[in-house]
């Protein structure tokens, strides 16, 4: 089973609308949240972070379900500039200070006029 | 304030040739990682630095990559023999402190293709 796994999409969504996605994780003693957000060819950037409480920012709000072991992310009134690979990303604080990221695969979000 | 610094920006070499990567992390940030992107797939870590200490290195394929911090602040990852299924984009990352809490910063990276 992969650590985070996310469907890959695409996702053709039309210009205003509301997305949706998800992903799983599979180690319970993830501690961290992440979404990040990777254009074509450029290099990851941090979206949000994600909490159990929830949390929004703008049109974007993202939680936590640690029961589940699951992370979501919806956009409201999308973009075409939201058009970009979504990077769902875990992190667990391991000994020694070992606090590399795991990344899912991403799924893909096209925005269409 | 400067992002992640990384050279070059691409590079083609033949299999079992060798090839180095460079990574100039933001001013000031301990913490440096070292990401695997093969196309279609999201980064893998490879190596992460505290200064100049290796605090995790369990994915790096020590019989071919090797990577170095000597002086806690530039770092080179190097690739030898190179193998076909190397082919992919090297992210470095730094982060500014040595406890979790910070964002990770991403530089461009280098798209390697290994023909």
């Known amino acids: 089973r992969k650590e985070v796994e996310q469907d890959p999409g695409p996702f053709n969504v039309p210009e205003g609308a509301t997305v949706a996605f998800n992903c799983t994780y599979s180690n319970s003693a993830s501690q961290s949240f992440f979404w990040y957000r990777q254009d074509c060819r450029k290099e990851p950037k941090l979206l949000m972070s994600?909490?159990?409480s929830g949390n929004e920012d703008g049109r974007f709000t993202a939680q936590l379900n640690r029961a589940s072991q699951y992370i979501s992310l919806l956009i409201r009134d999308s973009k075409l500039s939201d058009s970009a690979t979504y990077l769902c990303?875990?992190?667990?604080?391991?000994?020694?200070?070992?606090?590399?990221?795991?990344f899912g695969k991403g799924t893909h979000l096209i925005i269409q006029p | 304030e400067a992002g992640v610094a990384q050279s070059p920006r691409y590079k083609i070499i033949e299999k079992r040739q060798s090839v180095a990567f460079w990574c100039n992390p933001i001013s000031g940030h301990a913490t440096l990682y070292w990401y695997q992107q093969i196309l279609g797939q999201g980064p893998k870590l490879l190596i992460q630095?505290?200064?100049?200490?290796?605090?995790?290195d369990s994915q790096l394929p020590k019989d071919r990559f090797s990577a170095e911090r000597l002086k806690g602040v530039d770092s080179t990852l190097k690739i030898q023999p190179a193998k076909l299924e190397d082919s992919a984009v090297y992210l470095c990352?730094?982060?500014?402190?040595?406890?979790?809490?910070?964002?990770?910063?991403f530089g461009p990276g280098t798209r390697l293709t290994v023909l």
């Open positions: 630095f505290q200064n100049n200490g290796v605090v995790d």
């Open positions: 994600v909490y159990s």
């Open positions: 990352a730094s982060r500014r402190g040595t406890s979790g809490s910070n964002e990770q910063f």
């Open positions: 990303v875990v992190n667990m604080y391991s000994g020694g200070g070992a606090d590399g990221l795991t």
